[in-house]
């Protein structure tokens, strides 16, 4: 199994900001896509954010489009989600992805590898 180290969740209030970071093995990081994906309580895991291996693309759901920014630093093998002008429907518990597809995928099931979560509160 490959671990995914996430941290960087929180409280923030209503138009604040967070960056969550997560670290990935080397061969992992060089050859999957990486990605965020979201869980709210009683909702279905959903599609936030991923950038490929190659770091030539990126990919956002609507509902973050504007706000949220994903990139990595190779020399680190950490992805981010840089999360600004949080609203409170965005609270959830943040999942890092792995995928190595031809592209990333926004099914949770297709996923291959997932980090443990990190908790992300927004207050109004």
């Known amino acids: 199994q490959v671990q995914l180290v996430e941290s960087g969740g929180g409280l923030v209030q209503a138009g604040g900001s967070l960056r969550l970071s997560c670290a990935a093995p080397?061969?992992?990081?060089?050859?999957?896509?990486m990605g965020w994906f979201r869980q709210a309580p009683g909702k279905e895991r959903e599609f936030v954010a991923a950038?490929?291996?190659?770091?030539?693309?990126?990919y956002y759901a609507d509902s973050v489009k504007g706000r949220f920014t994903i990139y990595r630093d190779n020399a680190k093998n950490t992805v981010y989600l840089q999360m600004n002008s949080l609203k409170p429907e965005d609270t959830a518990v943040y999942y890092c992805?792995?995928?190595?597809?031809?592209?990333?995928?926004?099914?949770?099931?297709?996923?291959?590898?997932w980090g443990q979560g990190t908790q992300v509160t927004v207050s109004s």
């Open positions: 950038t490929t291996w190659s770091g030539g693309s990126t």
């Open positions: 080397r061969r992992t990081f060089n050859n999957y896509h």
């Open positions: 992805s792995a995928d190595r597809a031809v592209v990333p995928r926004t099914r949770p099931g297709a996923i291959d590898y």
